[in-house]
């Protein structure tokens, strides 16, 4: 299996991101522990609503197909659905911008869900990380599992599209990912599963979280049997999984199975900053502003980050591996924050060369996710989550 001509191409980078992922703000009423961003607490340096609209502007002027709406918890700006309606639905008339946008549940109520029925260009994914109360909550927070579901019932009542249901997958709720698929389909809805990253409080949760060698591979089997293209509501994994594809010589995961950060994809944060994918907010990976001179365009097309992640890459220790063609060596942001080099394997390499490499780290010296702005909370401690379970 070998990298095809497409893949190929899109290493070299595009004029313009396919889509790209837009935190609007790192205000949030839950403190899930995986979260990417460390969400909790605004700041005060949030770009304001003239800014969104500008960046909106500049972004559909690049032909920008679609933004991915996140944050912390999206609906907590006052402006939300302004800047929603000013990308959908341009004041000027112009072209419009897809907006697909993940919440936790919390502010969906029964308006707002007719509000969203409304309006077109819009996806809307719900996040939920177990079918049942115990499961959830012990990520998301007590009381989210039974949100996630009112926020479900209310777009089911308003009658909105196939709305999402967004799963990352753990080591706990793996054994669940039937129940999940039942639930999509029980709503109408698409099912979408992600893999968990060691970003933001991720970084702390990981070692608890992540699924073992012999889940990667029941994550794999599962999505060989859901993943079909043909299907009418088929099961979407943001191309989270290519990793995977280690694992036969013979079939692939659907997706783009290649690392986009920088090349088609990134991530604007709530004060403007822009990094190379939402995995990595981290110094090392922030390419600009989008209050610089030349705003997202210059950003884009001129960063030397950008540059140069789409430079022609080695393979590194992965060179002797016949699998790297298939899975291209994994996700950068996975090894960043696990102390192993970007050329290096995957933390979860199902072949086992990244578990053997993560036991040579010194922990001292593994990279810390960006800003905090979580609220005080308690979160284990790694001797907590490397403890074995039972």
């Not at 694992?247 to 290649?258: E, F, R, T």
Request: hydrophobic share 40%; aromatic share 8%.
């Amino acid at each position: 299996m070998t990298a095809s001509p497409l893949v190929q191409q899109l290493k070299q980078g595009l004029d313009a991101p396919i889509c790209l992922t837009w935190e609007l703000t790192y205000a949030c009423n839950l403190a899930c522990v995986h979260c990417l961003s460390s969400s909790g607490r605004r700041d005060p340096r949030e770009l304001t609503t003239d800014e969104a609209t500008a960046v909106l502007d500049e972004l559909r002027r690049l032909q920008v197909f679609y933004i991915n709406i996140g944050g912390g918890e999206p609906m907590l700006r006052r402006d939300f659905f302004d800047i929603v309606d000013h990308a959908v639905a341009p004041p000027d008339g112009g072209l419009a911008i897809g907006v697909k946008f993940s919440t936790n549940g919390t502010y969906l109520d029964a308006a707002a869900a007719r509000r969203l029925a409304a309006t077109g260009y819009l996806d809307v994914q719900i996040s939920l990380d177990g079918t049942d109360a115990a499961t959830n909550d012990h990520v998301r927070g007590d009381g989210s599992y039974a949100k996630a579901r009112q926020a479900m019932d209310n777009l089911a009542d308003a009658g909105f599209g196939p709305f999402k249901i967004s799963v990352v997958v753990t080591r706990h709720n793996v054994d669940q990912l039937d129940e999940f698929k039942a639930l999509a389909d029980s709503y109408g809805a698409q099912l979408r599963i992600t893999r968990l990253r060691p970003s933001g409080r991720g970084a702390d949760s990981w070692h608890e979280l992540h699924p073992t060698n012999a889940q990667q591979r029941q994550i794999f089997d599962w999505l060989l049997l859901h993943g079909d293209s043909s299907a009418p509501l088929p099961v979407l994994t943001g191309d989270s999984f290519f990793h995977l594809n280690a694992l036969s010589a013979d079939v692939s995961l659907p997706g783009l199975n290649m690392c986009g950060a920088g090349r088609v994809v990134c991530l604007i944060d709530p004060i403007g900053d822009v990094y190379a994918c939402p995995f990595v907010i981290h110094d090392e990976f922030k390419a600009g502003s989008v209050r610089d001179p030349g705003g997202f365009t210059r950003v884009w097309r001129e960063s030397e980050l950008f540059l140069g992640l789409r430079e022609p890459e080695a393979a590194g220790a992965c060179t002797s591996c016949g699998s790297y063609d298939a899975c291209q060596g994994g996700c950068m942001a996975a090894k960043f924050f696990t102390g192993l080099p970007l050329d290096g394997p995957d933390p979860e390499c199902v072949n086992g060369h990244g578990e053997a490499a993560i036991g040579a780290v010194d922990l001292a010296i593994v990279p810390k996710p960006a800003a905090d702005h979580s609220r005080p909370v308690r979160l284990m401690s790694r001797r907590q989550a490397t403890a074995p379970l039972g």
